[in-house]
């Protein structure tokens, strides 16, 4: 795949924003294809007059996301988090400026900016997924690219050059959807999606995602009908095409810290299989904590409280734990393709079922 630069080591999408000239097949069908047909080349314009490298930089600039300030998230959600403490937007205003901006600039926003959705537990539907079409027929995303709509719904609306240049989607998904298959919103079916191709997912269980009980995870297993199938949820990750790295997060209490630094040990051992043959290989992790909700809801924080019950602690600031993994693709060795490394002497069950 091709790559130039936008910002540094940023690359660019296989297909070069400064002279798309393939016509779509697909709908909806990109604005691009008739303005480009009509447009003023501004030979005038100071800003036209500046190499594509500096006018790519002057455009990560414009379009990237930012905090909302107007907008806070109530401290006491699940939502709140480091990197989301407001809403976020995305000023698109430069788009509508002029044609010759828009078919240059207009997949940027795309591009450089995280796509995330929260399968529970996320911010208002009110606050976001708000669509607002300009003058020229540009459909973008006012408060930034969160959703609460599916996200088979979510690309099924893009076109083809728009799907091309989505390049990170972070998933907020509870422990249920990724291991279940018959969920609704799960991992199997959400990897699943065919006009998805990215080349960064993020996966976070917050310390409220997880299970009921001790904290337990891995790649091979999930459900009992997925241990005879051999189909955990890191067999899904051969469905996504062009994906070249891997992070998860996973967050726990302080009461639950050892349990999350055991899946952690194991997980330097966990392989993924991609659909072109590669493998995603484990490069490091990183952890950090952070002071969560003064009130945690969680399931069986006790020994004494039932599978389905609840348990409430109210704490003036609880540390939570989250540990970031980080896996990039290499050409394939030796690798079952299951999660695991060929003969590798580690643990074959879950903490927990």
């Not at 303005?35 to 030979?43: A, C, E, V």
């Amino acid at each position: 795949m091709a790559s130039g630069s936008v910002l540094g080591s940023l690359p660019l999408p296989s297909r070069d924003f400064f002279s798309y000239t393939t016509p779509q097949v697909c709908k909806p069908v990109s604005l691009a294809l008739t303005i480009r047909k009509s447009y003023d080349p501004q030979r005038s314009c100071p800003l036209f007059r500046l190499p594509p490298e500096i006018r790519a930089r002057i455009y990560e600039f414009a379009f990237s996301e930012y905090d909302d300030l107007e907008n806070p998230y109530d401290r006491q959600t699940h939502y709140y988090r480091p990197g989301y403490h407001y809403r976020h937007r995305i000023d698109t205003a430069l788009l509508m400026t002029c044609r010759l901006i828009y078919l240059e600039a207009r997949l940027i926003p795309l591009y450089i900016n995280e796509h995330v959705f929260f399968l529970s537990n996320g911010p208002p539907l009110a606050y976001i997924n708000k669509r607002v079409r300009s003058n020229l027929g540009l459909m973008y995303l006012c408060q930034a690219f969160v959703f609460r709509t599916s996200p088979e719904s979510y690309f099924a609306g893009l076109n083809e050059e728009q799907l091309d240049a989505v390049s990170h989607v972070h998933f907020f998904i509870p422990q249920r959807s990724l291991e279940l298959e018959d969920e609704i919103e799960s991992w199997a079916s959400i990897s699943n999606i065919p006009l998805m191709h990215l080349r960064k997912i993020t996966i976070t269980l917050r310390y409220a995602d997880w299970r009921p009980g001790p904290l337990g995870l891995d790649p091979r297993y999930g459900t009992t009908a997925s241990r005879s199938t051999g189909r955990g949820w890191g067999y899904y990750f051969r469905n996504i095409k062009g994906l070249d790295e891997f992070v998860m997060e996973l967050e726990a209490i302080e009461m639950m810290k050892g349990q999350l630094e055991d899946i952690v040990r194991r997980a330097s051992e966990w392989q993924f299989t991609l659909a072109d043959g590669r493998v995603l290989v484990q490069e490091r992790a990183d952890t950090y904590t952070w002071m969560g909700p003064y009130m945690l809801i969680l399931h069986t924080l006790s020994l004494e409280a039932g599978p389905d019950t609840p348990g409430v602690l109210n704490l003036p600031g609880s540390t939570l734990y989250v540990t970031v993994l980080r896996w990039t693709a290499r050409e394939a060795e030796n690798d079952d393709g299951t999660g695991e490394k060929a003969g590798a002497n580690t643990t074959k069950q879950m903490t927990t079922g």
